[in-house]
Every structure is written in C-alpha cells, then in structure tokens.
T-cell receptor, first 112, second 111 residues
Framework: NAGVTQTPKFRILKIGQSMTLQCTQDMNHNYMYWYRQDPGMGLKLIYYSVGAGITDKGEVPNGYNVSRSTTEDFPLRLELAAPSQTSVYFC???????????FGAGTRLSVL | TQLLEQSPQFLSIQEGENLTVYCNSSSVFSSLQWYRQEPGEGPVLLVTVVTGGEVKKLKRLTFQFGDARKDSSLHITAAQPGDTGLYLCAGTNTGGFKTIFGAGTRLFVKA
C-alpha cells in the first residue's frame, strides 16, 4: 500500500518557469490537500479538494492552481515561478471523520 | 483568521528530562492533532484529541485538549534521543476538513 506519493522529490526552477507537482493517493480518500512548509515554520494550506471536480483555496493560494479530475490525483501547478515559492511542498489525503491526514514525503522546490 | 501558537519554538534537553510543549489559539476547534516530523519526511500523526478535557497517552507521551477546545499540550516523560524531531500541532475547523498548523517545536534530546 503506497499511501500518498509525490513526484518529483527535488526540483530547481528558474524564475518565470512553470511546473506541475504530482500527487497520487491509493486509499480512495475524498479529501486532498496541498501545503507548503517554509524553513522553521509550520505548514500553510495552499489548496484543498473535497472530491473529484471540487477544489477551493486555502490560506496561501496566490501563484498556484490545482485540478482534481480523479479521486486519486491532485496536481499542483506553478505557472510563473518566483523565488518566494521556494519551499517544501506536501500533499496529504484524508478519509473523513476524525481527522487523520496522511502525508506524502514532500517535494523540495528551489526557484532561482 | 485562525492561528495556532506553539511554544517553545526550540527546546534542547538532556536524556531523561521531562518537557511540555504548548499549543494555544483564540479559536475553537472540532479536533486537534499532534504530528511528529523527521527531516526530509512528511508529518506523521501521533494523536487526535476531540473532546474538551480529553487526555490521551502514548507510551511516554501525554496529550491534553483544553476544556474549551482552544488549546492543547504535549508532555514527554523521560525524553530519549529518539524523541528528537519537529512536533507540530494542528487544529481542524468545525466543518471538519480544513486544518491549520502551528509553527512547530523543534526538540533536541542529547544523550
């Protein structure tokens, strides 16, 4: 059972480039989340989804886009990368009820 | 805006000592979770507390949820080097699916 899988693990982007961070879960969870974690900080919610076709903004959505065409996949898109987006990105999924979120191992992104 | 404040931000102690980490908010949460995160990995859930005043124990770790469901504490008895890590508290809103995280407490236990 793979749980939540994120790819890539590391990426360096130049300012203005775009990329998609991939997230897949095999637990049939309805809820999925994208967080970013800056050095020495907790996690901040970027976007979340309560089911296929439904997404909503979190605390820090600017500069990002998401889609949820299937239950399994929840990709995060950066259109015009900026140095302020240098961070570690975590995807998580949750089945509902008492909150137990399962996290991926993270994607470490540097924008130079 | 809901905020969760954790204290202390950093703690360095000797093996065998006891410690308490605090998580405070002015907001009421439907549940509160504690996670532990190792370098290079995602957070791993330790416990979820749901009822005001609830106390849960996990070996040497004791978690308490405040009566008003606005705050929580994590107490570690006889800390060991294996307890070293980043401890995060997180609160879930009354809707049940949005979670906010505290900034974390980085614990270092010296042998």
């Amino acid at each position: 059972n793979a749980g939540v899988t994120q790819t890539p693990k590391f990426r360096i982007l130049k300012i203005g480039q775009s990329m998609t961070l991939q997230c897949t879960q095999d637990m049939n969870h309805n809820y999925m989340y994208w967080y970013r974690q800056d050095p020495g900080m907790g996690l901040k919610l970027i976007y979340y989804s309560v089911g296929a076709g439904i997404t909503d903004k979190g605390e820090v959505p600017n500069g990002y886009n998401v889609s949820r065409s299937t239950t399994e996949d929840f990709p995060l898109r950066l259109e015009l990368a900026a140095p302020s987006q240098t961070s570690v990105y975590f995807c998580a999924s949750y089945t509902g009820g008492v909150n137990i979120q399962y996290f991926g191992a993270g994607t470490r992104l540097s924008v130079l | 805006t809901q905020l969760l404040e954790q204290s202390p931000q950093f703690l360095s102690i000797q093996e065998g000592e006891n410690l308490t980490v605090y998580c405070n908010s002015s907001s009421v949460f439907s549940s509160l979770q504690w996670y532990r995160q190792e370098p290079g990995e995602g957070p791993v859930l330790l416990v979820t507390v749901v009822t005001g005043g609830e106390v849960k124990k996990l070996k040497r770790l004791t978690f308490q949820f405040g009566d008003a469901r606005k705050d929580s504490s994590l107490h570690i008895t006889a800390a060991q080097p294996g307890d070293t890590g980043l401890y995060l508290c997180a609160g879930t809103n009354t809707g049940g699916f949005k979670t906010i995280f505290g900034a974390g407490t980085r614990l270092f236990v010296k042998a």
